[in-house]
């Protein structure tokens, strides 16, 4: 064979490799990386068969201080998309994923959000409440712009992930009527959530409930002994019988609670731990979206005086997922 048919040869051979490692790339899963658990969840959801999702933050990680390795910087640049939350959730991220969007796909799905439906940052006059998922009517929303993004990376699956998108929806919007209906039954006078830090904003707003978070919107605030004293002086004054605990944020701050209200004479108790910034572990009810609120919901309901089964909505709560 002379060399110049060998020449030929080994470029038809190699235009051929690349023509199947393109087409086997086309076909391969979508791989996303997404930042939250609760986007994880949603991008898994929506994608089916057709994603492989890696979630950085895991249960019981807070997302106000989490700080990336290089695993996981090194997994977003090799992601085919990256699904943020924004919202500044990701504070300590936001110039990396300017950087990162230079050659990778980024998008904050929960900047989707009309901001006349979102709350205003405690500190920050051009910031928002980044809790939106504490409410399954405003999940929708970002679920809608996960599917989004998933189909503009990838347009063949588009039914797909259209089809997983409005199954999942439905599961949501019956999940906020859950919501509704066992909040309902909380008496009004009762209706005061004290918690951690303030990621019920738009739980409260949405159910009527009072809450108040020892520290602020973000747990990297720190909570003074003035906030400790007004929160002691509430929950004498209105009876407060339960506060509840966050799977991510320390519970030091809501034991000076239930001993400064103790010293006056009113006993608190634990309502029950609350997934607030993280879902529940990794394999349980609790460790998906729909777990999560079902949990908070049932817990809060129950704790505060009204009426909810024991085992949630779905009678999965405490099983395996």
Excluded: C
């Amino acid at each position: 064979m002379t060399l110049s048919r060998r020449k030929l040869l080994a470029a038809g051979l190699a235009s051929a490799a690349l023509a199947a490692g393109g087409a086997r790339a086309q076909s391969a899963p979508l791989t996303v990386v997404a930042t939250t658990g609760m986007v994880a969840d949603a991008a898994r959801v929506v994608g089916g068969e057709a994603v492989r999702v890696t979630g950085l933050m895991g249960p019981g990680v807070d997302p106000h201080s989490w700080r990336q390795t290089r695993t996981d910087v090194a997994a977003m640049a090799r992601a085919d998309l990256v699904l943020r939350h924004g919202l500044f959730l990701e504070a300590q991220l936001e110039d990396f994923f300017v950087t990162l969007a230079r050659r990778t796909p980024v998008v904050a799905v929960a900047e989707s959000l009309p901001r006349d439906r979102l709350r205003a940052h405690d500190a920050y006059a051009d910031r928002f409440d980044p809790h939106v998922w504490m409410v399954p009517g405003l999940w929708l929303e970002v679920v809608a712009a996960v599917r989004g993004a998933l189909s503009a990376a990838r347009p063949d699956n588009a039914a797909l992930f259209a089809a997983n998108h409005d199954a999942y929806a439905a599961e949501i919007a019956a999940l906020g009527d859950y919501a509704r209906a066992r909040l309902a039954t909380v008496p009004e006078g009762a209706r005061v959530l004290v918690t951690a830090h303030d990621a019920f904003g738009y739980f409260g707003a949405a159910y009527g409930f009072q809450v108040e978070g020892i520290q602020g919107i973000s747990t990297e605030a720190e909570a003074g002994l003035q906030r400790i004293e007004a929160l002691v002086a509430l929950l004498v004054e209105r009876r407060v019988g339960a506060v509840f605990v966050e799977s991510s944020v320390p519970a030091r701050n809501l034991r000076a609670l239930i001993e400064g209200a103790a010293a006056q004479g009113h006993g608190v108790a634990i309502g029950a731990e609350l997934f607030s910034d993280a879902m529940g572990a990794e394999g349980t009810y609790e460790g998906t979206y729909l777990g999560m609120i079902d949990h908070n919901v049932t817990a809060i309901t129950r704790a505060l005086g009204g009426a909810a089964p024991e085992r949630g909505m779905r009678g999965l709560l405490g099983a395996a997922a």
